[in-house]
């Protein structure tokens, strides 16, 4: 997860407290940092950070988080995640997508639907995948990028990842349009690549747009849209939004503050980790039902947590 500070030497402004998600989109040509920074200076916020990089050259989804929303992030980081690719078959780049120097040309059979489709079913379920060497994996203190451009390529150990979608939308010649859910730490135009060579040519990713970061989906807001925006704190969604997978455990006013001061409380529920709710049905973090039925906490956002009573408040 990428984070700024809390203060900059470069901007004397006075930053606000400020906790929620936003769904960013991301622009082509910019990176992520710079898009969160874009964000961060629309709604003034003190800690911020993203989580899932995409490359400048993609699009889409970005989960921005600010405030205690940061401290969810590696839930986000181990999510899946569903993206829209575009393969370009017949010429192959040294760093898989658009971005490269062409490095080989090769034929394009005739191909099917049928053929497309027999080649990704080849490669869906759990593979092993090499990492490219135009990744940001570290090699003894340096960034495998950093490596490729100084022309030097390192053995990389495949690494596990499962391919749970792989859909053809269309094709128009030599470009192939895909929908794509993996599992974190694919590489898509890696798999575009081996997807290329099963075909019997070579290819690179020519376009990528991220469509979902596990329960985390569209409407996305763009940064002219944040910028236009009256109320750009509008556009922030709630940090549970983001831990729909965990299913809800309303609390009574006793077991809330019980929690909340550190004590542990006695539930019915079965074993397993739970979103927080008050009485108020107000979001306090992610609890875990221990067997027996002992509950301890796992997570509180209490800044967040305390932001939200007051603004209930003040709306009563």
């Not at 990176?31 to 920074?37: E, Y």
């Not at 989804?61 to 940061?70: I, N, Y």
């Not at 992030?73 to 370009?88: F, G, N, P, R, W």
């Not at 996305?220 to 299913?247: F, G, I, M, R, S």
């Amino acid at each position: 997860m990428s984070r700024t500070p809390d203060h900059t030497r470069a901007e004397k402004r006075r930053w606000q407290e400020v906790h929620g998600l936003l769904l960013l989109d991301k622009p082509q040509g910019m990176t992520s940092n710079q898009a969160l920074q874009h964000a961060r200076r629309q709604l003034n916020a003190a800690k911020a950070g993203h989580t899932g990089s995409l490359d400048p050259m993609a699009t889409g989804l970005l989960p921005c988080c600010f405030g205690d929303a940061t401290r969810i992030a590696q839930y986000m980081l181990d999510s899946d995640k569903t993206y829209e690719a575009t393969m370009h078959l017949g010429r192959e780049t040294d760093t898989g997508d658009a971005t490269g120097n062409t490095v080989r040309e090769l034929p394009v059979p005739e191909l099917t639907g049928e053929h497309i489709l027999a080649a990704c079913q080849t490669l869906t379920g759990p593979i092993q995948q090499i990492p490219p060497m135009y990744s940001a994996l570290h090699h003894q203190g340096k960034r495998l990028y950093e490596l490729a451009r100084e022309g030097i390529e390192v053995k990389r150990e495949a690494r596990s990842v499962t391919i749970h979608q792989f859909e053809l939308l269309a094709m128009r010649g030599n470009e192939l349009d895909f929908r794509i859910s993996v599992s974190k730490g694919t590489y898509i135009r890696t798999l575009l690549e081996d997807l290329a060579k099963a075909l019997g040519t070579c290819g690179h990713m020519s376009r990528l747009r991220r469509t979902q970061v596990g329960m985390l989906q569209p409407p996305l807001v763009t940064l002219d849209e944040l910028e236009k925006a009256p109320n750009p704190h509008a556009c922030l969604l709630p940090l549970d939004d983001a831990l729909q997978a965990y299913p809800e455990l309303l609390l009574t006013a006793e077991q809330a503050q019980a929690l909340i001061h550190g004590k542990r409380i006695l539930r019915e529920e079965e074993p397993g980790t739970y979103r927080l709710y008050d009485p108020d049905a107000t979001f306090m973090g992610l609890g875990e039902v221990l067997n027996g039925g002992q509950t301890r906490v796992v997570r509180l956002f209490l800044k967040s947590y305390a932001q939200q009573k007051k603004l209930s408040r003040q709306g009563n």
